[in-house]
């Protein structure tokens, strides 16, 4: 196959470009390799906007980049355009692809730029961004655009795509600024790639944890409670309990101390931090008596205090303080995403205080931490070590010492890790756990960040082996990231069908008739004794109704109760998870679940 760009010195360049430069390197064709589909959607996003521009002739753009999961293209016009015109533009776009045209690039100056853009105040706002003397653009047909590249040699060869959906987008996701129209979409190099991947968007929406969750009765959000502000229903908060318990128990093994935090400190503490000018924009303040206070963002400050309320010694260290703290970060309206992106949530924090010497062995005891539990809800997961980004506190020399310690520990261990250049946090590097779901989708979730600078900045301290000062180091450490991100996360994974050992209700007692219930009550009240959770159905509805009624609920177990089951002490399960129909006792019951709810251990 043909190529249609090349890599040079981790570079890819279109062939245009390497032809002029006079350069030549591995060659990429045309598949579904990151290369590949990276030139590929970045010219799937022209050809939508040469479409759109076709359609809704007074349309200005914006920027068109390619994301992780496809591309989008920012764009303004008078015409109202919705997600039922997305079809149409698609038409449009295979109408061009088949006329095959060259993509072609020619460079001129700023100032020409400016000239031949000077009625598209969109373009003018590119070109702000845009420091050099020159710019490129890039050509099919009639339809030209600025872009730095690359692009495929012709549109010719972009055939499997669809467009996924439509927004708003404030002008540069500033929301000061205007809101334009943004438009998604996904490439990729052939036809049974694309259909994948449609299947899987559609799974998706199926598991979508704001529909299932509803349908479960986890959580609500309520406009008059605040936009960003989950209400956690009974069966949530039975599942998030679930949760908290087990990890409680597993911090605790591992010498971690429960502490607690104030929600609030003096603004003066965020100051010595740096969260207040390195990530006030993103916190909540208020005055009491004429003082500033911030509300917390990040544990580690209220830590850092329990850290200080006694001398330690090298003897003490490490000492490890975890807490379910609860922070809130302001987030803008339209980036709010169910439970995936709110503002506030509670976050299974951890900060460990340690001297230099123990920073491998406290990595890899988090790492096994991480494993245990990814493995328990099977997940898949690869870590990434987030490096300094552009703003950030504290010197070079103090973010190499870092970064390497935390390279060190990993590759000392043979555990493979990524570089993720410039994401780390701003008060030191990180390693970030990035979890697969059950449809093959990659997730953000937990985080190891290792932590010269606010010690420093502290002025924390412990007695050496000759009574010198010494700085410790911090570990900051959220294995699940926050409770209310990573249940989104389970719910989709899972699609509502949580393991027993978690799940909000582990049976669901359906009576044949009024007759019945009491029996289901006296179980449920066992079930209750040993750490299990049920729900009556005993509704004035028709059993079957009832039983589809509990099935909703997405229960491991329904029990239906009649006179043979009174009779002979006995309960007939249908177990949703095996998919099977069983007799069992009532001792054989209680055990059974018993041993299911108590299965795990972290």
Known sequence: MSAIAIKYNDEIIDLQSAKERGISGEEIALDNSAESLEVLRHSTAHLMAQAIKSLYPDAEFYVGPVIKDGFYYDFKTSSEVGEADLKEIEKQMLSFAKKKYEIEKYEISMTEAREKFKADHLKQAVLDKIPSESVSIYKQGEFEDLCRGPHL????????????????????????NEVLTRIYGIAFADKESLKAHLDMIAEAEKRDHRKVGAAMKLFTFREEVGAGFPIWLPAGGRLRARLEQLLFKAHRKRGYQPVRGPEMLRSDLWMTSGHYQNYGENMYFTKIDDIEFGVKPMNCVGHIKVYEEDLHSYRDLPLKFFEYGVVHRHEFTGALHGLFRVREFTQDDAHIFCTSDQIEEQIIEVVDFVDKIMSTFEFNYKMMISTKPEKAVGDDAVWEISTQALKNAMEKNNLAYEIDEGGGAFYGPKIDIKITDAIGREWQCGTIQLDFNLPARFELEYNGESNDKIQPVMIHRAILGSFERFIGILTEHYAGEFPMFIAPT?????????????????????????????????????????????????????????????????????DRRSREQYNLSESEFLSLIQSKINEVNF
Do not use: C, W
Request: no cysteine; charged share 25%.
């Open 506 to 574: 582990q049976v669901a007692f359906v009576p044949v008739t009024a007759a019945h219930a009491q029996y289901a009550k006296e179980l449920a009240d066992k079930l209750m004794d040993i750490g299990a959770d049920s729900e009556i159905f005993a509704k004035n509805d028709s059993l079957n109704k009832r039983i589809r009624n509990a099935e909703q609920t997405r229960v491991p177990m329904i029990v239906v109760i009649g006179d043979e089951e009174i009779a002979n002490k006995t309960v007939a399960i249908r």
């Open 153 to 176: 040699p012709n549109i010719g060869l972009i055939r499997y795509f669809k467009l996924t959906k439509i927004s708003g987008a404030y002008l540069g996701g500033d929301s000061k």
